[in-house]
C-alpha cells in the first residue's frame, strides 16, 4: 500500500493528495513496521519475527516453535524502504501539515532517529553464493522432487494441496507458490535495488538479480496466475529467449483456465491488468526514479512496437517504441515541462513537442 500511495504521488505530483491522505498512510505503515522490528544484539541488526511473506506456501519455519516467519526477505526490505519512504513523504509536504501529523500520529524525534537507525540495520538473510533466503532458515529446508511429482501429478501448481493430501506440507521444502524474493525485482529497478541494499550495507553486484531469477524459478510451482505476471518481468530482462512464451502463458490464464476449473468462479482481474502492465511499463522500461520519468526498452522479438497514450504530472503522453527508437509528444496539458530520461541522459519536455532517440544497446538489455 505504502509503495502504491508514493508511486501515484511519483506519477501524478498530486501535492494535495500527499499531503491529506497519502503522508498519513506511509507514515501509520512505516511506524507499524518500526513498532516490531527488534534488535538483535548478536548481529547488530534488527530482525522481525512471526510474518508470511508474499508466498503462501511458506507460513512457519518447520524447524522453528515461533508461529510464522523469521526475517522474510521481502518484508524486511520493504519495511526498510517503507520508513525511508515515510521521510522523503515528511520533506514533501507542508510544515504545518508535517506537524500536524506528528501529534496526530504520536511520532516524536525520538522516534524518526530510531526509523533511520532500522532503516539501515535490518537484516536481510543470505545464502549460497548471494541468493537471498527467502526467509531466516530457508536454506536448511529439503529441495523438493519437481520431476518425481510432476510425473506423478502432472499439474502441481496448487502443490500445497497434494502435499497435504499425503501428509506432508510445503513448509518442509524449498517450495514456493508464488514469486517471494522475486517481488523485489518486479517493484524495483537494478539500480532502485543497489541504493536500497547499499542503505542496508549489503553487497549488489551486476548478477545478483539473474543468479536469483534462477534460483528461484527452478522453486516455483506458480500456483497463483499473479505469479506469471511477475516471472514475465523478472524474465523479460534475464531470459528474453522465454519471457515471451511465459507472458503469453500468463495471457491465457482465465482464456483457456489454465488452473482447470477457477474461471468459472471468475476471472482473476490483477492477473489481465498485470499483463497490460508488462506491455506499459516492463517493455519500456518505464520507471520514475528522482522526479524523471525513465525508459528503457527491451521488446522481445516477437513483439515489432508498441503505441500508447498516457499521464504523467498533468501532460498526455503520446509514445511509439520500436527495436530501434522510442518517441515521446507531449500532446496538451501540461503546466510546466517534464523530465524525460532516455540512454542515461535527461532532457526537459514541453507541452506540444516531440523528443525522438535512437536506442542505445546498452538500454535494450539493461537489467
Known amino acids: 500500500i505504502a509503495f502504491n500511495v508514493w508511486q501515484y504521488y511519483q506519477a501524478t505530483d498530486d501535492e494535495e493528495f500527499l499531503s491529506f491522505y ?3 498512510m506511509i507514515l501509520d505503515i512505516a511506524r507499524f513496521w518500526a513498532s516490531i522490528a527488534s534488535w538483535n544484539p548478536d548481529r547488530d541488526r534488527y530482525d522481525i519475527h512471526s510474518v508470511v511473506g508474499p508466498d ?3 507460513t512457519q519455519d518447520p524447524n522453528s516453535d515461533e508461529p510464522g516467519l523469521t526475517n522474510n526477505a521481502y518484508t524486511n526490505i520493504m519495511a526498510a524502504w517503507t520508513i525511508r519512504c515515510a521521510r522523503r513523504a515528511l520533506h514533501a509536504i507542508p510544515d504545518d501539515r508535517v506537524a500536524e501529523l506528528r501529534e496526530q500520529l504520536d511520532i516524536s524525534e525520538e522516534d524518526l532517529k530510531r526509523w533511520d537507525h532500522i532503516a539501515a540495520n535490518l537484516y536481510v538473510p543470505f545464502h549460497e553464493d548471494g541468493i537471498i533466503s527467502q526467509f531466516e532458515g530457508y536454506e536448511e529446508l529439503k529441495e523438493f522432487d519437481w520431476d518425481g511429482y510432476h510425473q506423478k501429478y502432472d499439474d502441481i501448481q496448487r502443490l500445497d494441496r497434494i502435499l497435504e493430501s499425503e501428509d506432508d506440507s510445503p513448509n518442509n521444502y524449498k517450495a514456493s507458490k508464488q514469486a517471494d524474493v522475486l517481488m ?16 542496508l550495507g549489503y553487497e549488489f553486484d551486476e548478477e545478483t538479480i539473474p543468479r536469483n531469477i534462477r534460483y528461484y524459478n527452478k522453486r516455483t510451482s506458480h500456483g497463483s496466475t499473479l505469479s506469471r505476471v511477475v516471472s514475465v518481468w523478472v524474465q523479460a530482462r534475464a531470459r528474453r529467449d522465454t519471457a515471451w512464451s511465459v507472458f503469453e502463458n500468463a495471457l491465457e490464464s ?10 468459472s468462479e471468475g476471472i482473476h482481474l490483477g492477473a489481465m491488468a498485470g499483463t497490460v502492465d508488462i506491455m506499459q511499463r516492463c517493455y519500456t522500461g518505464m520507471e520514475i526514479r528522482d522526479d524523471v520519468l525513465w525508459f528503457a526498452p527491451f521488446l522481445p522479438p516477437d513483439l515489432s512496437d508498441i503505441h500508447f497514450v498516457m499521464r504523467f504530472r498533468g501532460h498526455t503522453l503520446s509514445l511509439e517504441i520500436n527495436h530501434e527508437q522510442i518517441k515521446i509528444s507531449s500532446c ?10 532516455i540512454n542515461g541522459r535527461v532532457a526537459e519536455l514541453y507541452e ?3 523528443r525522438t532517440e535512437k536506442l542505445e544497446t546498452t538500454a535494450r538489455s539493461s537489467t
Open 56 to 58: 503462501e506456501f511458506q
Open 22 to 24: 497519502g503522508a498519513e
Open 254 to 263: 482465465d482464456v483457456k483456465d489454465i488452473q482447470g476449473g477457477t474461471t
Open 184 to 199: 523485489l525485482f518486479y517493484l524495483f529497478s537494478a539500480e532502485e535495488l543497489a541504493g536500497i541494499f547499499e542503505q
Open 332 to 341: 496538451k496539458d501540461g503546466p510546466r515541462p517534464i523530465k524525460i530520461g
Open 352 to 354: 506540444g513537442h516531440t
